[in-house]
Each structure stands twice: as C-alpha cells, then as structure tokens.
C-alpha cells in the first residue's frame, strides 16, 4: 500500500532549517558566475537570474519555515533543540551572507557610492547577528546535548560557517572602498574568517576522528560530507583576495611599521597561505567524491545533495582567486570547466528534489531532519501518519 494523502499545511509541519541549503548553493553560484575569469556575453545575466531566483527561493522558504512555527506551538524550541536540524540553523544566515555578497557583486557596479554603505552597515549588523548566533547555538548544542562522536558531520561546522562567508564579504566590500575607510573592514574580515575556521577546525577534527574510528555516514547522508571543503576554501578565498587589496588598503605606517611596505608584506604571505589552504579543501572535496561514487547504487534523495554545490562553489572561487594572483591562464581554464559542472550538478540535484517532493521523500512525517526530534516528534509524526491512514481506510469504505 502507497503513502497516505497529507495535505500541504501538514506537510510544511515538517519544513526544515536544512532546505536553506538549497539557497546557500543557488547563491554560491550566482557568486561564482559573476567572478568568472573567462566570460561571454551573457554570462553576468546568466549570474543574475540565479540571484534572483535566490532570493525569491530564500523568501518562499522563509515563508514555508515561518509557517510551521506559527502553527505548531513549541515546534521553533524544538528545532534549534534538535540534535540534528539545530545544526542546520546556520545555514539560513549563511543564504543571507550570500545574498547581501551578490548585491555588492551585481549591484555595486551600477548604483552609486549609497550602496557601498548600505552594504558596510549590512556587513557589520550581519556580523552581530552571527555572533549571537555562534555563541547561543553551541551553548545549547553543549549544555544539552550528548552527540556521540561516532556520528559526527561536517554539518555541525554550519553555525559558526557564516564566519566563513563574512571573510569573503568583507574582501569583496574593499574593492569599492577608498584607502583609509576600509581599513576595519579588512581587519574585520581577517578576525571573522580566523574565527570561522579555527571553530571550523576543531569540528573537522572531531569529524575526522569519527572517519578513523568509526563507519562512514550512511550513502545519502554522503554528499553532507562535502560541508567540509568549505572552511578552507572560503579562508583560502579570504587569504588570496584580501592579500591582492593589502598594499591599497594598508597604511604606509601601519603599526608604526616604516621600514617596509607592509601591504606588500602581507601581500606575499596572504597568497602563499591561501594556496596552502586550498589543497586542504580539495583534500576533502576529493574524499568526498570517492566516499559518494562507491555508494551511489546505495543512496536516495536527501536535503545533503546540495552539498554538491555550495562548498565546492567556494573551491573553484578561491581557485579563481590564486589564478588571478599568479596570473594563470591554465588555472583559469580549470575554473572554467569546473563551474561548469556545478551548474549541472545544480540542475541535477533540482530536479531530483523535485522528483523527491512529489515522491514524498522529503517534506514528509519521519524523512525530513526532524524525524529525530528530542521532544518525540518522531512519535507525533508515526501518529499523524496512522491518523490519516485511518481517514483514507474510511473514505475509501
């Protein structure tokens, strides 16, 4: 016998913090497409309609998620109580980072300098926001949970991955910014990214620890290990564009330094460390791939696959930034191909979604992120289910 009927407004019950992966990856290409170092006509369009579609994809879900708290009492503790959909809290500042990064990216070239400090009050309110964020989110995940180590993920990284993205933003705000003004930007963005991925790091190592001494994630959880490429790719980014914009944005005497250009100092440092960053994150990009491929038979739809998108969107950025340092016309080849295959692969993983939904294999009682909810919402969900089975047996009699 097939799955039951559940109407719409139930089926949002279980609308979870995890769709807004779906937004972090569609705005991670939009920012991707707009920093193409081989471009056509075109080809900024084609960056602008996945913006938008972005952003009306970011408000449909933050209308859907919206809903679910409104009409289920306590259902909003419960999330960020929850010892798998909290983590995934994070993901919704992230859509937003990217959003107000796509604004700078397509929007600056074309309004004047009122834009540029609408985005630098945005920078830092955003950065106060993801700070409470940061601290709140792991006091709960620490004073109330007991995560085992054996089921670790790169998804416990999300509540702090803003960070990772306030790096890059902040590196991306400097371009308009004028010599002297933008020097706490790119202070700021050095302490926000150190403090996304010292946190990033110490997760990755629990997660590590997990993959030496316990089973890999189970096949369609795989593609969630692709979470971990992003930490080393966004610094990488953040090392490689912040160090390109140094002997602009640093003062001659910065720390009283006068004996040597500083900028070109961290100008030096800041490429070499990116591009020892971003070996790391293919590391990890390429042990995922093998992990996915030698399970693929296994797997099935889940909110994970678009993991395939977003923090691999962030390796291919960093690497267009090392190619414009180095001045590589080979590298930026690669990075060519390689957006390539993201935009396919983010095709792919839409219509599977797609597919998913109208199957009822996500946005459903007992398959979405919430099927292990502390509160027992497991057992309201196997409930609902026999509820209305119950109703389609008497229709059907």
Not at 8 to 18: D, E, G, I, Q, V
Not at 47 to 65: E, N, Q, T
Not at 213 to 242: C, D, H, I, Q, W
Request: aromatic residues 14%; neutral net charge; contains cysteine.
């Amino acid at each position: 016998m097939g799955k039951p009927k559940i109407p719409w407004s139930k089926r949002l019950n279980h609308f979870t913090w995890s769709w807004f992966e779906c937004t972090m990856s569609t705005g991670a290409l939009a920012t991707l497409l707009g920093q193409q170092p081989n471009n056509f006509t075109g080809l900024k369009t084609i960056g602008k309609v996945f913006f938008i579609l972005d952003i009306c994809l970011f408000l449909l879900f933050s209308a859907c998620i919206t809903y679910r708290f409104a009409t289920n009492k306590g259902s909003l503790k419960r999330s960020l109580h929850h010892p798998h959909e909290s983590f995934f809290f994070g993901s919704f500042f992230v859509s937003i980072g990217l959003i107000i990064y796509c604004i700078d990216q397509y929007g600056s070239p074309a309004s004047g300098p009122w834009l540029l400090r609408a985005l630098e009050i945005l920078f830092w309110t955003f950065a106060g926001v993801v700070m409470l964020v940061a601290v709140f989110q792991y006091h709960v995940i620490f004073d109330r949970e007991k995560l085992p180590v054996t089921e670790a993920m790169p998804a416990w990284i999300l509540p702090v991955y803003p960070f990772l993205i306030l790096g890059v933003l902040g590196s991306t705000l400097l371009k308009g910014q004028a010599t002297g003004p933008g020097l706490p930007i790119f202070i700021g963005s050095i302490t926000f990214a150190g403090l996304g991925w010292t946190v990033a790091f110490f997760m990755l190592t629990i997660y590590v620890t997990r993959l030496v001494n316990s089973e890999l994630p189970e096949a369609s959880k795989r593609p969630g290990m692709y979470v971990a490429v992003g930490p080393a790719a966004y610094t990488s980014n953040t090392f490689v564009s912040l160090a390109m914009q140094a002997p602009k944005q640093i003062p001659d005497d910065f720390l009283g330094i006068t004996s040597v250009p500083v900028g070109d100092i961290f100008k030096a440092f800041g490429v070499a460390a990116g591009i020892f960053m971003w070996l790391i994150a293919f590391w990890f990009s390429a042990l995922t791939t093998v992990s996915v491929l030698v399970s693929a038979r296994e797997s099935h739809f889940t909110l994970n696959y678009w993991a395939y998108i977003f923090p691999n969107a962030g390796l291919v950025i960093s690497l267009i930034q090392i190619s414009t340092a180095l001045n590589s016309p080979g590298i930026k080849w690669v990075c060519s191909a390689a957006t390539i295959i993201l935009v396919i692969l983010w095709i792919w993983v839409t219509l599977l979604n797609i597919q998913a939904l109208g199957k009822r294999q996500v946005l459903w009682p007992g398959m979405d992120e919430d099927k292990e909810d502390i509160e027992g919402h497991q057992h309201e969900s196997d409930e609902e289910l026999n509820e209305t089975a119950i109703e389609a047996n008497g229709n059907r009699v």
